[in-house]
């Protein structure tokens, strides 16, 4: 019943920019952290950026800077808007709720490439 879709990947340009969404169900979503995590092939799963339902903001060291988390509560839904991409972005993004445990706790992914 608790569902996290991501929407948004694609192949982009080293510089170029995306913007990743991800519509939450089964939860009461305002007051609920969410997370972007991020998995490079080969590599553990690394926290991207997190918000919490007060607003509060926190960020990888690696995309400080040049990525922005926001929320949409009346939407359900969390963003990540990407800029001034990398190669070394390329991966697998997900959803994640903190407060929840298990797969359900994870949306599928979506796949952001950066090419050089």
């Known amino acids: 019943q608790v569902q996290l879709v991501e929407s948004g990947g694609g192949l982009v340009q080293a510089g170029g920019s995306l913007r990743l969404s991800c519509a939450a169900s089964g939860i009461i979503f305002s007051i609920n952290t969410l997370d972007w995590y991020r998995q490079v092939p080969g590599k553990q799963r690394e926290l991207v950026a997190s918000?919490?339902?007060?607003?509060?903001?926190n960020y990888a060291n690696s995309v400080q800077g040049r990525f922005t988390i926001s929320r949409d509560n009346t939407k359900n839904t969390v963003y990540l808007q990407m800029s001034s991409l990398k190669p070394d972005d390329t991966g697998v993004y997900y959803c994640h709720l903190p407060a929840y445990i298990g797969a359900e706790s994870w949306g599928q992914g979506t796949q952001v490439t950066v090419s050089s």
């Open positions: 918000i919490s339902s007060r607003g509060r903001i």
